[in-house]
């Protein structure tokens, strides 16, 4: 049996995300050398988060201490999300909320159709409906690009949604953004019934 080399899960991590069901000589060999990985990655200000459970694996940057001026330049960008990514983000970990909470199945599949009718209810009634599918689909395409969604090879495009986004978007989170959706759907609502008192 050959031994575990740190470059291998190392390497994948710096390159985003490693899963289990997709990463397999990556995430056997992180599980194996997980002292060694923090080790080494916190030289760089990060930190490896694990959860084996879930299956994922990911870095993120070290919490900054104020008072250390020695701190390591960001490794990890912050990326600021458009509201209708925002939105799908917290639509997609509601559904997943919703999945686990029925049991059964682990992985949580969505069709191309089934995220489109999730988000038309927040997106202003247009007539060009091949206009408001491209939009759509920019931004399923982004959120397929941050990782939190993974194309299947089928037919009709179908979507798993992954379970590292239960990472990203918590409890607390989705709080906030429920209170602002609440406040963007009444702002809808009122536009709907003002363009249509113009008639």
């Known amino acids: 049996m050959t031994e575990p080399e740190l470059s291998v899960p190392v390497v994948q991590l710096m390159k985003g995300a490693v899963y289990r069901d997709s990463h397999d000589k990556a995430w056997q060999q992180?599980?194996?050398?997980?002292?060694?990985?923090?080790?080494?990655?916190?030289?760089?200000?990060?930190?490896?988060?694990?959860?084996?459970?879930?299956?994922?694996?990911?870095?993120?940057?070290?919490?900054?201490?104020?008072?250390?001026?020695?701190?390591?330049?960001?490794?990890?960008?912050?990326?600021?999300?458009?509201?209708?990514?925002?939105?799908?983000?917290?639509?997609?970990?509601?559904?997943l909320a919703e999945f686990d909470a029925q049991g059964g199945d682990t992985r949580l599949m969505l069709t191309r159709a089934q995220i489109a009718e999730m988000l038309r209810v927040f997106v202003p009634a247009t007539s060009n409906e091949t206009r408001l599918l491209d939009q759509i689909d920019a931004h399923i395409n982004k959120v397929v690009d941050l990782g939190f969604l993974r194309a299947t090879k089928s037919a009709e495009p179908v979507y798993e949604v992954r379970r590292i986004l239960k990472a990203f978007v918590d409890g607390q989170w989705l709080a906030d953004f429920d209170a602002k959706l609440a406040g963007y759907a009444a702002t809808l609502t009122g536009e709907a019934i003002s363009s249509g008192d113009d008639e």
């Open 30 to 95: 992180l599980l194996q050398l997980k002292p060694q990985i923090r080790d080494y990655v916190e030289v760089l200000g990060l930190q490896v988060v694990i959860d084996e459970a879930e299956g994922y694996a990911y870095l993120r940057q070290r919490p900054v201490d104020e008072d250390d001026n020695s701190q390591v330049p960001r490794l990890v960008p912050r990326r600021s999300l458009s509201f209708h990514v925002s939105l799908l983000l917290a639509l997609l970990r509601k559904k």
